[in-house]
């Protein structure tokens, strides 16, 4: 009796469920792997994204900066996620072997999808495949680059005028400027130096002073494994970095691993240039010391307008997920306003990817935490934007090998262990080399 009475009454609340219109719905698992981000910013976009979606259910790791290269392919090759945050730093191999291309479905979404994007930075979504062929595997998320900063006090202690904000300048003006802001400061009489040398980050700065000079020493097409380093203009930036270290401008530790010094924020900062910050600094350090900090774009090459590079994350879908719709609608999730500006104001890795960003009208934790204000109206930001509008995409094969020769070849130079005619050919033969390397694939 008892049995029946529980079969009665399980009969009748399926009836009571179907003739109303309550519908059950299994959610979709979609399993993300993110890099660097904070628990409280990957829990921002969770509850953004599922509060859009409530039959996705998103589970999100995170793994550190620190060594994230190898724990990412490893991830990556066991499957273990349906959504990855892809630096681009990936090799060729990885691409078609393990990640989804994304063309088919950003055309699904209309051409207004991609276009809202900065161009430099989408470039970088797209990767060869193994044979050659591009293919769109990563929606922009986030992107930084790297910006030159000059300390206001010693430009106007020594008479020099600050760095154009946009950009037009030469390794030539940088050089002048070096030279004659290292000495006694006159107002304080401390020493200062006029430019710091690092050979770390100079794997991207080498290639910019150089394009300055209207020359570049790659084509910036993946596929091409051409480089140009036996150019007068290389021969002069080489030149003009070794007088730099001869004459003291560069500071005293120029084989430092930081690219910037740290006592660069500080009031007891002797160095006139910096170059090599990011986007962790621009607003934490620097918009607060505006009165004392100048920022400005890295130098443009004046044929193609184009400076210093981009660097970017986005995200990619696995090619092996069971769940690619729901993995797309994370991806195109991405470029909403509402997760940009997560990017903005959680500076996650990087700044907004989306062109309109710089109309917004926004809070910022550190500039503005109690009301909206024009992103355009933040001086720092100006210089940020023109970067994003100008940067030279940095599409070149095999770069994670590429740029280890760079810096140390630029390391031989700066500790004056190799003249400039060794350092320029070493550079010309072991980067074709690197490009060329089949075991190292971008």
């Not at 509850?47 to 990556?76: C, Q, T």
């Not at 394009?211 to 030149?239: C, H, I, M, R």
Request: glycine content about 6%; hydrophobic content about 40%; overall charge negative.
């Amino acid at each position: 009796m008892n049995r029946r009475l529980l079969v009665f009454v399980l009969v009748l609340t399926l009836g009571v469920l179907l003739c109303s219109n309550v519908t059950i719905l299994a959610k979709t698992n979609l399993n993300v792997l993110g890099i660097g981000m904070s628990y409280e910013a990957s829990q921002l976009l969770i509850e953004a994204f599922e509060s859009k979606h409530p039959d996705i259910s998103v589970r999100m790791d995170v793994i550190p900066w620190d060594g994230y290269y190898a724990k990412m392919l490893s991830n990556i090759r066991a499957a273990q996620y349906d959504v990855y945050y892809i630096p681009q730093l990936l090799p060729i191999t990885y691409n078609d072997a393990y990640l989804e291309p994304l063309e088919k479905y950003a055309e699904q979404e209309g051409p207004e999808f991609l276009q809202q994007f900065f161009p430099d930075v989408l470039a970088i979504g797209y990767r060869p495949d193994r044979k050659g062929q591009l293919h769109l595997y990563a929606i922009p998320f986030d992107a930084d680059a790297r910006y030159v900063m000059y300390d206001k006090s010693i430009f106007d202690a020594y008479g020099c005028e600050y760095l154009d904000p946009e950009g037009n300048y030469t390794i030539r003006d940088l050089k002048e400027l070096a030279l004659k802001m290292t000495g006694i400061n006159p107002m304080t009489g401390e020493q200062t130096y006029g430019l710091a040398l690092r050979a770390n980050p100079m794997d991207y700065y080498f290639p910019t002073f150089i394009g300055s000079l209207g020359k570049d020493v790659f084509d910036y097409e993946f596929g091409s494994k051409e480089a140009y380093f036996e150019s007068p203009e290389v021969t002069e930036v080489l030149e003009t970095m070794v007088e730099l270290v001869e004459a003291g401008a560069a500071g005293p530790e120029v084989l430092a691993a930081a690219g910037t010094p740290p006592q660069f924020t500080t009031d007891i900062n002797p160095y006139a240039i910096v170059i090599g910050m990011g986007a962790d600094t621009v607003l934490p350090e620097i918009a607060p010391r505006r009165d004392r900090i100048g920022i400005a774009a890295l130098p443009k090459n004046p044929v193609t307008g184009k400076g210093g590079p981009a660097f970017f994350h986005g995200w990619a879908m696995d090619k092996r997920s069971r769940v690619k719709d729901a993995a797309w609608e994370w991806l195109k999730f991405g470029a909403t306003d509402d997760a940009q500006m997560i990017v903005f104001q959680q500076q996650i890795s990087g700044w907004p990817v989306v062109q309109r960003w710089y109309d917004w009208n926004v809070s910022h934790p550190i500039v503005s935490p109690d009301k909206d204000i024009p992103v355009n109206s933040i001086p720092e930001l100006f210089v940020v934007h023109e970067q994003f509008m100008s940067s030279t995409p940095n599409l070149v094969d095999n770069w994670v090998k590429v740029r280890s020769v760079i810096r140390e070849e630029i390391g031989n130079l700066l500790a004056l262990e190799k003249t400039v005619e060794q350092v320029q050919a070493d550079l010309q033969s072991r980067v074709v080399e690197a490009m060329n390397d089949p075991l190292w694939t971008w």
